[in-house]
């Protein structure tokens, strides 16, 4: 079956060091997406790509980069991790069925900046 | 900026009651909306979409409204069950991307 998977599941990272978190479909979506989900502040986007070679900055993207070298995989890097990153990170994908853009989810990646 | 509010944050109902969760949004010029469920520490799972020029949409005991020019969707489950337990989220979609509310988190009581 086709899916979307993130990892590694959970992280801790030392701040100031470089983390990426993968983002892997087999769906063939074009549309990729990164959020934070936060308590108080619900998800909010990071960064999407509409296909490859394709990035774009969301709401909260300051630290954080992607790149998209093929349709299957959005990895998100943070640059120099700090404190205030600590957050659980969703992937998602989408692309048109039927007139819809339907988003689906991986299961998340829990990250502790320490 | 697309905002989303959800009402109310929290919902505690006895097994057997008919749900009703509402979302309002501010740029009406959206192309679709999803409803989403999380259960704690999970992701989340897609419940319903409804294309903008769809009023309603159904799934076995879920029913979702939309009134887009209004800016309101409403989620209805009806004879809630304990496993309906989850904190539901409601996201507009603009430009392919969602925007999404704090939801509302519901507890069924058996």
């Known amino acids: 079956d086709a899916e979307i998977t993130q990892s590694p599941r959970h992280k801790i990272t030392e701040t100031g060091r470089q983390v990426t978190l993968a983002c892997h479909q087999t769906?063939?979506?074009?549309?990729m997406f990164w959020y934070r989900q936060d308590l108080g502040h619900g998800l909010r986007l990071i960064h999407y790509?509409?296909?490859?070679?394709?990035?774009n900055k969301g709401e909260v993207s300051d630290g954080y980069s992607v790149s998209r070298s093929n349709t299957e995989d959005l990895p998100l890097t943070l640059e120099s991790a700090a404190s205030s990153q600590t957050s659980v990170y969703f992937c998602?994908?989408?692309?048109?069925?039927?007139?819809?853009?339907?988003?689906?989810f991986g299961p998340g990646t829990r990250l502790t900046v320490t | 900026k697309q905002e989303v509010t959800q009402i109310p944050a929290a919902l505690s109902v006895p097994e057997g009651e008919n749900l009703v969760l509402n979302c309002s949004f501010t740029?009406?010029?959206?192309?679709?909306l999803q409803w989403f469920r999380q259960d704690p520490g999970k992701g989340l799972t897609s419940l319903l979409l409804?294309?903008?020029?769809?009023r309603e949409q159904t799934s076995g005991r879920l029913n979702a409204s939309l009134d887009k020019s209004s800016g309101r969707s409403t989620l209805y489950i009806a004879a809630s069950q304990p496993g309906d337990s989850a904190t539901y989220l409601c996201?507009?979609?603009?430009?392919?991307?969602?925007?999404f509310g704090a939801g509302t988190t519901v507890t069924v009581r058996a």
């Open positions: 790509s509409y296909g490859v070679q394709d990035t």
């Open positions: 409804i294309q903008s020029s769809q």
């Open positions: 740029d009406s010029a959206i192309y679709n």
């Open positions: 769906w063939n979506h074009n549309n």
């Open positions: 998602a994908s989408s692309a048109e069925t039927r007139g819809r853009y339907e988003q689906y």
């Open positions: 996201a507009p979609e603009n430009d392919y991307k969602l925007s």
